[in-house]
Protein backbone atom coordinates (compact mmCIF):
# COMPACT_ATOMS: atom_id res chain seq x y z
CA UNK A 1 0.00 0.00 0.00
CA UNK A 2 1.65 3.53 -0.97
CA UNK A 3 2.42 5.87 2.22
CA UNK A 4 0.26 8.98 2.50
CA UNK A 5 1.98 12.68 3.29
CA UNK A 6 0.26 15.11 4.95
CA UNK A 7 1.79 18.30 7.04
CA UNK A 8 1.16 17.90 10.72
CA UNK A 9 1.65 18.85 14.07
CA UNK A 10 2.85 16.74 16.82
CA UNK A 11 0.35 16.03 19.66
CA UNK A 12 1.79 13.62 21.83
CA UNK A 13 4.01 10.46 21.89
CA UNK A 14 4.16 7.80 24.07
CA UNK A 15 6.97 4.98 24.73
CA UNK A 16 5.27 1.60 23.28
CA UNK A 17 7.59 -1.69 23.66
CA UNK A 18 10.89 -1.53 23.76
CA UNK A 19 12.31 0.38 20.95
CA UNK A 20 9.18 2.45 19.47
CA UNK A 21 6.84 5.43 19.97
CA UNK A 22 3.37 5.91 19.74
CA UNK A 23 2.25 9.54 18.28
CA UNK A 24 -0.65 11.43 17.87
CA UNK A 25 -0.47 13.91 15.29
CA UNK A 26 -3.12 16.39 13.59
CA UNK A 27 -3.11 16.53 9.61
CA UNK A 28 -3.66 19.24 8.02
CA UNK A 29 -5.56 16.69 5.50
CA UNK A 30 -5.54 14.10 7.21
CA UNK A 31 -7.31 15.09 10.77
CA UNK A 32 -5.97 13.62 13.70
CA UNK A 33 -4.34 10.25 13.79
CA UNK A 34 -2.57 7.66 15.98
CA UNK A 35 0.49 5.44 14.90
CA UNK A 36 3.44 3.86 15.77
CA UNK A 37 7.33 5.09 14.74
CA UNK A 38 9.28 2.29 14.95
CA UNK A 39 12.80 2.45 16.42
CA UNK A 40 12.05 6.08 17.86
CA UNK A 41 13.46 5.24 20.89
CA UNK A 42 16.44 4.24 19.44
CA UNK A 43 19.92 6.04 20.73
CA UNK A 44 20.32 6.61 16.63
CA UNK A 45 16.93 6.90 14.86
CA UNK A 46 15.66 7.83 11.73
CA UNK A 47 13.18 10.38 13.39
CA UNK A 48 15.68 12.67 15.45
CA UNK A 49 13.92 15.64 17.32
CA UNK A 50 10.85 15.74 14.59
CA UNK A 51 8.46 13.94 17.16
CA UNK A 52 9.06 16.75 19.74
CA UNK A 53 5.85 18.21 21.58
CA UNK A 54 3.63 20.82 18.49
CA UNK A 55 6.61 20.13 15.99
CA UNK A 56 5.44 21.31 12.54
CA UNK A 57 6.17 18.22 10.45
CA UNK A 58 5.84 16.93 6.96
CA UNK A 59 4.85 12.95 7.64
CA UNK A 60 4.96 10.10 5.69
CA UNK A 61 2.21 7.63 6.66
CA UNK A 62 1.06 3.64 5.71
CA UNK A 63 -2.58 2.43 6.62
CA UNK A 64 -3.41 -0.99 6.77
CA UNK A 65 -7.58 -1.65 6.78
CA UNK A 66 -7.32 -4.31 9.76
CA UNK A 67 -5.50 -1.97 12.13
CA UNK A 68 -6.32 1.16 13.86
CA UNK A 69 -2.86 2.46 13.88
CA UNK A 70 -0.91 3.62 11.02
CA UNK A 71 2.69 3.17 10.51
CA UNK A 72 5.37 6.08 10.16
CA UNK A 73 7.51 5.84 7.49
CA UNK A 74 9.30 9.07 7.63
CA UNK A 75 9.00 12.41 9.42
CA UNK A 76 10.75 15.76 8.07
CA UNK A 77 10.91 18.64 10.20
CA UNK A 78 9.13 22.28 8.92
CA UNK A 79 9.43 24.44 12.07
CA UNK A 80 10.39 23.66 15.41
CA UNK A 81 9.50 25.47 18.62
CA UNK A 82 12.99 24.57 20.73
CA UNK A 83 12.34 27.41 23.19
CA UNK A 84 9.12 26.77 24.13
CA UNK A 85 9.80 22.50 24.19
CA UNK A 86 12.52 22.91 25.86
CA UNK A 87 11.34 25.98 28.58
CA UNK A 88 9.28 24.12 31.73
CA UNK A 89 7.34 27.22 31.72
CA UNK A 90 6.71 27.60 28.30
CA UNK A 91 6.05 23.82 27.57
CA UNK A 92 3.12 23.80 30.00
CA UNK A 93 1.05 26.39 27.56
CA UNK A 94 2.07 23.75 25.03
CA UNK A 95 1.06 20.70 26.83
CA UNK A 96 -2.37 22.28 27.61
CA UNK A 97 -2.76 23.34 23.95
CA UNK A 98 -1.62 19.22 23.04
CA UNK A 99 -4.01 18.29 25.71
CA UNK A 100 -7.16 20.11 24.72
CA UNK A 101 -6.60 19.33 20.45
CA UNK A 102 -6.94 15.85 21.92
CA UNK A 103 -9.80 16.49 23.33
CA UNK A 104 -12.33 18.51 20.87
CA UNK A 105 -10.78 16.97 17.82
CA UNK A 106 -12.57 13.84 16.47
CA UNK A 107 -10.36 11.03 14.93
CA UNK A 108 -9.95 10.76 11.25
CA UNK A 109 -12.18 14.21 11.09
CA UNK A 110 -10.24 16.71 9.14
CA UNK A 111 -9.85 20.24 11.42
CA UNK A 112 -7.92 22.59 9.00
CA UNK A 113 -8.77 25.45 10.84
CA UNK A 114 -7.73 23.84 14.29
CA UNK A 115 -4.55 23.28 12.50
CA UNK A 116 -3.68 26.79 11.66
CA UNK A 117 -4.67 27.85 14.93
CA UNK A 118 -3.02 25.51 16.65
CA UNK A 119 0.81 26.17 14.51
CA UNK A 120 -0.49 29.97 15.18
CA UNK A 121 -0.45 29.74 18.62
CA UNK A 122 2.96 27.66 18.95
CA UNK A 123 4.74 29.79 16.65
CA UNK A 124 3.29 32.76 19.34
CA UNK A 125 4.36 31.17 22.45
CA UNK A 126 7.98 30.71 20.82
CA UNK A 127 8.39 34.23 19.77
CA UNK A 128 7.14 36.12 22.56
CA UNK A 129 8.51 33.35 25.40
CA UNK A 130 4.90 33.66 27.11
CA UNK A 131 1.97 31.55 26.63
CA UNK A 132 -0.24 33.94 28.54
CA UNK A 133 -1.76 35.54 25.86
CA UNK A 134 -1.24 32.97 23.05
CA UNK A 135 -3.30 29.84 25.52
CA UNK A 136 -6.09 32.64 25.89
CA UNK A 137 -6.74 33.21 22.51
CA UNK A 138 -5.81 29.43 21.51
CA UNK A 139 -8.91 28.38 23.95
CA UNK A 140 -11.08 31.33 22.81
CA UNK A 141 -11.03 30.16 19.36
CA UNK A 142 -11.36 26.33 19.99
CA UNK A 143 -15.02 27.25 22.20
CA UNK A 144 -15.83 29.45 18.92
CA UNK A 145 -14.82 26.76 16.66
CA UNK A 146 -16.65 24.62 18.77
CA UNK A 147 -19.66 26.43 18.22
CA UNK A 148 -19.79 26.28 22.54
CA UNK A 149 -19.23 30.26 22.65
CA UNK A 150 -22.11 31.46 24.82
CA UNK A 151 -23.02 35.30 24.66
CA UNK A 152 -21.07 37.58 26.92
CA UNK A 153 -23.29 40.36 27.56
CA UNK A 154 -26.18 37.88 28.48
CA UNK A 155 -26.99 35.99 31.87
CA UNK A 156 -27.75 32.40 31.03
CA UNK A 157 -29.65 32.13 33.76
CA UNK A 158 -32.03 34.91 34.22
CA UNK A 159 -31.59 36.67 30.86
CA UNK A 160 -31.02 39.94 31.93
CA UNK A 161 -28.37 42.26 30.43
CA UNK A 162 -24.76 42.30 32.35
CA UNK A 163 -24.19 45.35 31.03
CA UNK A 164 -20.52 46.37 32.81
CA UNK A 165 -20.48 44.32 35.41
CA UNK A 166 -18.58 41.55 33.88
CA UNK A 167 -20.84 37.97 35.72
CA UNK A 168 -19.68 34.37 36.46
CA UNK A 169 -18.77 30.85 35.45
CA UNK A 170 -18.02 27.97 36.47
CA UNK A 171 -17.40 24.26 34.14
CA UNK A 172 -20.89 23.17 35.26
CA UNK A 173 -22.72 25.20 32.86
CA UNK A 174 -22.14 26.83 29.37
CA UNK A 175 -22.69 30.30 29.78
CA UNK A 176 -22.03 33.72 32.09
CA UNK A 177 -24.13 34.42 35.30
CA UNK A 178 -25.37 37.54 36.45
CA UNK A 179 -25.23 38.10 40.78
CA UNK A 180 -28.51 36.88 41.21
CA UNK A 181 -28.25 33.92 39.51
CA UNK A 182 -24.36 33.15 40.78
CA UNK A 183 -23.94 29.88 42.67
CA UNK A 184 -21.17 29.09 45.17
CA UNK A 185 -17.65 27.98 43.57
CA UNK A 186 -18.25 30.31 40.21
CA UNK A 187 -15.53 32.48 39.04
CA UNK A 188 -16.01 35.84 37.96
CA UNK A 189 -15.29 37.02 34.64
CA UNK A 190 -14.14 40.57 34.38
CA UNK A 191 -15.91 42.47 32.09
CA UNK A 192 -12.80 43.78 30.13
CA UNK A 193 -13.02 40.28 29.12
CA UNK A 194 -15.80 41.05 26.73
CA UNK A 195 -13.55 43.65 24.77
CA UNK A 196 -10.75 41.18 24.85
CA UNK A 197 -13.18 38.81 22.83
CA UNK A 198 -14.02 41.25 20.50
CA UNK A 199 -10.63 41.89 19.46
CA UNK A 200 -9.84 38.06 19.25
CA UNK A 201 -12.75 37.97 17.12
CA UNK A 202 -11.14 40.64 15.14
CA UNK A 203 -7.70 40.19 14.77
CA UNK A 204 -4.73 37.50 14.52
CA UNK A 205 -3.11 36.36 17.67
CA UNK A 206 0.12 37.54 15.64
CA UNK A 207 -0.94 40.79 15.57
CA UNK A 208 -2.22 41.44 19.35
CA UNK A 209 -1.23 42.77 21.91
CA UNK A 210 -2.02 43.89 25.50
CA UNK A 211 -1.06 45.54 28.66
CA UNK A 212 -0.58 45.16 32.11
CA UNK A 213 -4.35 46.32 33.11
CA UNK A 214 -5.56 43.81 30.68
CA UNK A 215 -4.40 41.13 32.73
CA UNK A 216 -7.34 39.92 34.73
CA UNK A 217 -9.36 40.46 32.13
CA UNK A 218 -6.98 37.91 30.16
CA UNK A 219 -6.84 35.61 32.63
CA UNK A 220 -10.62 35.67 33.12
CA UNK A 221 -11.05 35.17 29.77
CA UNK A 222 -9.17 32.18 29.63
CA UNK A 223 -10.10 30.34 32.35
CA UNK A 224 -13.89 31.06 31.08
CA UNK A 225 -13.35 29.11 27.85
CA UNK A 226 -11.07 26.85 29.99
CA UNK A 227 -14.39 26.20 31.85
CA UNK A 228 -16.69 25.84 28.59
CA UNK A 229 -14.11 23.17 27.26
CA UNK A 230 -14.40 20.94 29.80
CA UNK A 231 -18.24 21.34 30.10
CA UNK A 232 -18.81 20.18 26.44
CA UNK A 233 -16.20 17.69 26.62
CA UNK A 234 -17.00 16.48 29.88
CA UNK A 235 -13.72 16.25 31.14
CA UNK A 236 -11.53 17.97 33.24
CA UNK A 237 -8.45 19.12 31.78
CA UNK A 238 -5.59 17.37 33.08
CA UNK A 239 -2.95 20.40 32.31
CA UNK A 240 -4.43 23.13 33.69
CA UNK A 241 -3.28 22.63 37.62
CA UNK A 242 0.12 22.74 35.71
CA UNK A 243 -0.49 26.43 33.99
CA UNK A 244 -0.60 28.11 37.83
CA UNK A 245 2.36 27.01 38.74
CA UNK A 246 4.56 28.09 35.82
Same mark, same amino acid.
Not at 31 to 55: H, P
Not at 152 to 173: E, I, K, N, Q, Y
Not at 209 to 221: F, I, R, S, W, Y
Given at each position: ?23 ? #? ?20 ? #? ?22 ? @? ?8 ? #? ?18 ? *? ?15 ? *? ?36 ? *? ?10 ? #? ?6 ? *? ?44 ? @? ?11 ? @? ?11
Amino acid at each position: MPARETEAIILKTFPLGEADRLVS #FLGRSSGKIRGVAGGARRLKNR #FGSTLELLSHVQIWYVERETRDLV @RIQQCELLES #FHRAQSEYGLSTGLAAVSEI *VERVVPEREVAEPMFRL *VLLTAREVERRADWQLPLAYFAYWTVRLGGWLPPLDTC *VGCGSPLGSFGG #FHWPHAAG *VYCQNCRRAGMQGIDSGARSLAERFSGKGLDKLETVAAEQKALHDL @REAALNWIEFHTE @RKLLTRELLEHS
